[in-house]
């Protein structure tokens, strides 16, 4: 299916009050964090003048929520007010459009939320309230975060205020459906994992499933009747390779942690086979278990949980920060809606050459979140689109994109990153089907 694209200019409110219920596959998102980022307005003033304006209405406009009556408290959500007060609007406004999210979204299907680390909890509780389920939380950890601590001087020099940021977690929720998630998966389309899609790619040697003997491998002091029935060991055997096979194929099974591959963050991991190694023992093992530890047949059940790899970092899918040609790719062409610049033109509406956005995340990464959530084909919402890495994403995936940005600036080049990617997708399609075209001649 041929990707293409919808762009809201405005509220993500109002945009997304004037979609369907259950009319989209997916939610990956990077909403404003409440905590005045960079002094932008976005996350401060903007939601605050806002709140102000519903404030000021009669319970029954439109702009006081969906049934009318709602005022919200966001009048302090961008700001990062620890006191309690400052948080609960924080998360009344996550709740706000996390309720707006619920509705578009199909039964089963997923919403992927980055967030601070300091505002985390109180933009999952807004999720959560807003009637989704948490199903996990994604961390995103990196080695070139800079710390943002006042240092204190005098006596208490080597004091400070702040930690080094070195990850940003992503809340993964889900909106509850009445079936089986088969069920759900035949009439939606929504409700599950992409796992095969998202697999890691292993390195180092196979996990074997037994020894030449023909019985069963299993760690020391660990054993089950049926380990001694020649017949009922061949067929576990032959289901531990089969196992072992694709995820040697495929790739490890995906976790919820990604990494950015620099040398501090790998350096973090150990470098022995852990998760390959047995997992039941009496002495404390390298991976930090101590005494009896069972996975009940999981190492055969699930494929690629656990490989033999040489080094830890390789069970990770790994995306670096976002680079400068992925910041700017398609802004440095010219055309009808560019200025002429440097080296970098200047969109429509901008004072910046380029991409002048903080707070862009990788294409890589949003492609990775998009294909695990989404199904082939699907639709993918972002209420806060920004510079439209997000959008950017779903052209190169092939999926259905729906993004709202409020600021025009941002709009023009989230635009422009958009048609851009599009284009190239269009030409990477026509030179594979040339390419499948040619195979039958050489066949």
Request: proline share 6%; net charge neutral; glycine share 10%.
């Amino acid at each position: 299916m041929k990707p293409s694209y919808t762009l809201h200019l405005g509220d993500c409110l109002e945009a997304m009050r004037a979609m369907a219920d259950n009319s989209v596959d997916s939610i990956v998102t990077d909403p404003p964090y409440g905590i005045r980022f960079m002094g932008k307005s976005w996350d401060g003033a903007d939601i605050e003048e806002r709140a102000a304006y519903r404030s000021s209405m009669p319970s029954h406009a439109a702009a006081c929520g969906a049934t009318g009556g709602h005022r919200s408290v966001a009048a302090e959500a961008g700001k990062y007010d620890l006191t309690p007060a400052g948080m609960r609007a924080f998360q009344a406004f996550t709740l706000e459009w996390a309720t707006e999210c619920l509705r578009v979204l199909k039964p089963g299907g997923h919403l992927l939320s980055f967030a601070a680390a300091r505002t985390y909890h109180h933009m999952a509780v807004g999720i959560e309230m807003a009637g989704f389920e948490i199903r996990d939380q994604i961390m995103w950890v990196f080695g070139s975060g800079f710390p943002k601590s006042h240092n204190l001087k005098g006596e208490h020099d080597g004091w400070g205020t702040a930690l080094k940021p070195a990850h940003e977690p992503v809340c993964m929720a889900r909106k509850p459906f009445a079936s089986t998630v088969a069920a759900n998966v035949a009439l939606h389309g929504t409700g599950a994992l992409n796992i095969d899609a998202c697999r890691v790619t292993p390195t180092g040697e196979r996990l074997g499933g037994g020894d030449e003997s023909g019985k069963s491998a299993k760690p020391e002091g660990w054993a089950r009747p049926w380990m001694d029935d020649p017949d009922h060991v061949a067929k576990h055997n032959a289901k531990v390779t089969a196992n072992v096979d694709k995820a040697t194929q495929l790739g490890r099974w995906p976790a919820n942690l990604i990494h950015d591959g620099s040398d501090v963050i790998v350096a973090m991991f150990p470098t022995e086979a852990g998760a390959a190694a047995p997992v039941m023992g009496t002495e404390p093992t390298a991976n930090g278990f101590s005494g009896p530890v069972k996975y009940s047949g999981m190492r055969e059940r699930v494929a690629g949980a656990f490989h033999n790899d040489n080094g830890s970092a390789a069970r990770f899918f790994y995306c670096a920060k976002t680079s400068r040609a992925d910041r700017h790719e398609g802004l440095d062409n010219p055309g009808a809606q560019f200025k002429q610049g440097n080296t970098l033109r200047k969109v429509a509406l901008t004072d910046t050459k380029g991409n002048n956005h903080p707070t862009v995340k990788p294409t890589d990464l949003m492609a990775y979140l998009l294909r695990l959530v989404t199904p082939v084909g699907g639709i993918a919402l972002d209420p806060f689109m920004g510079s439209g890495s997000t959008g950017k994403a779903a052209m190169r995936e092939g999926f259905k994109f729906i993004g709202c940005e409020q600021d025009p600036a941002y709009m023009a080049i989230a635009r422009a990153r958009i048609e851009h990617e599009l284009a190239a997708e269009e030409l990477r399609q026509k030179e594979r089907t040339k390419a499948e075209q040619q195979l039958p001649l050489f066949a």
